[in-house]
């Protein structure tokens, strides 16, 4: 089983930043793309960015280009995103997600991170 860990949320005045990471550990896998996705309650979970693990390219939400940036660090098996200038409309569960090799889908997710933006 792989088991995704998500961690750096919390609260920010609007106009700030934070970093989350999401730390993979469990059995050794490959992967088609890695990606952030978030949750507001009572709405349904968005993509926020996503990179693929063949060539590095990335893809995000329009909102948040040019604010958020998706990175990965192989050696620590750790993905980051990166969030600068929060917006209060940025405030949800974060999530981190794994698309393994051979599937279309993103089928490991970690349990959330809250991110709250203050105005």
């Known amino acids: 089983q792989v088991r995704l860990v998500e961690s750096g949320g919390g609260l920010v005045q609007a106009g700030g930043s934070l970093r989350l990471s999401c730390a993979a550990s469990?059995?050794?896998?490959?992967?088609?793309?890695m990606g952030w996705f978030r949750q507001v309650p009572g709405k349904e979970r968005e993509f926020v960015a996503g990179?693929?693990?063949?060539?590095?390219?990335?893809d995000y939400l329009d909102s948040v280009k040019g604010r958020f940036t998706i990175s990965r660090d192989n050696a620590k098996n750790t993905m980051y995103l990166q969030m600068n200038n929060l917006q209060p409309e940025d405030t949800a569960i974060y999530y981190c997600?794994?698309?393994?090799?051979?599937?279309?889908?993103?089928?490991?997710w970690g349990q959330g991170t809250e991110v709250t933006v203050s105005s």
């Open positions: 990179i693929r693990c063949s060539d590095g390219s990335t």
């Open positions: 997600a794994i698309s393994p090799t051979g599937s279309d889908a993103y089928d490991y």
């Open positions: 469990g059995r050794a896998f490959s992967a088609n793309a």
